[in-house]
Each structure stands twice: as structure tokens, then as C-alpha cells.
């Protein structure tokens, strides 16, 4: 078992910037990927960023040239670098790690909520 645990959402004004973190604990062997999802009301759930054990990453549209995210495998953490940010990011971010164990486990953190508004 994964335990995920988030840290960095609030409040933040217009073209604000926030880093959102994202700790893995517990049997942590096989670590495939490790991404950032975001929910917002009424919305579904949306794939924001993922970067895999390479290095390899992928963003929505909506966040290439605004978000980054990056991983330091040694100490099993994810982050997020939220820059320029619209009211439209405004949600829930839920931290997601995916493990080989035979098959692939996906694993997924309470959230934090980020809000943009002025």
C-alpha cells in the first residue's frame, strides 16, 4: 500500500503562482508514474500533469507553458509548480501514483484545494 499525502493549495490571487507537493510513503517499491489530477464542481476529472520514473512527462493543454511538474525519486515526491493562474484552475488537485505489483496499482491522495480569485 501507497500512502499519498498533499500539501500547498489556498487562495491565491489572478496570474499568482503556488507549488503544490506530494509525499509517497509505505511500500513504495516499482514507482511507475506520478501525476496531478484536479476535479472542479461540476466538472469530471481531469488529468492536469504526470511524470513518469524517467522523466517523461505529459500536460493538459489548458497548463503546458504555465505548470511543471517534477520529481525527486529519493524522496518519493511530486511536485507541481503553478504558475500564471486562471480562475479556471480553481478546484480540487488529487495527487495520483501508479505502482507495478503485479499488475498496476493506481493510488490517489485526499486532495487540496486550490482557488484562484481576486
Known amino acids: 500500500q501507497v500512502q499519498l499525502v498533499e500539501s500547498g493549495g489556498g487562495l491565491v490571487q489572478p496570474g499568482g503562482s503556488l507549488r503544490l507537493s506530494c509525499a509517497a510513503s509505505?511500500?513504495?517499491?516499482?514507482?511507475?508514474?506520478m501525476g496531478w489530477y484536479r476535479q472542479a464542481p461540476g466538472n469530471q476529472r481531469e488529468l492536469v500533469a504526470k511524470?513518469?520514473?524517467?522523466?517523461?512527462?505529459n500536460y493538459a493543454d489548458s497548463v503546458k507553458g504555465r505548470f511543471t511538474i517534477s520529481r525527486d525519486n529519493a524522496k518519493n515526491t511530486v511536485y507541481l509548480q503553478m504558475n500564471s493562474l486562471k480562475p479556471e484552475d480553481t478546484a480540487v488537485y488529487c495527487c495520483?501514483?501508479?505502482?507495478?505489483?503485479?499488475?498496476?496499482?493506481?493510488?490517489w491522495g485526499q486532495g487540496t484545494q486550490v482557488t484562484v480569485s481576486s
Open positions: 511524470i513518469t520514473n524517467g522523466g517523461t512527462t
Open positions: 495520483m501514483v501508479g505502482q507495478l505489483s503485479g499488475r498496476i496499482m493506481n493510488y
Open positions: 509505505g511500500s513504495t517499491g516499482n514507482i511507475l508514474y
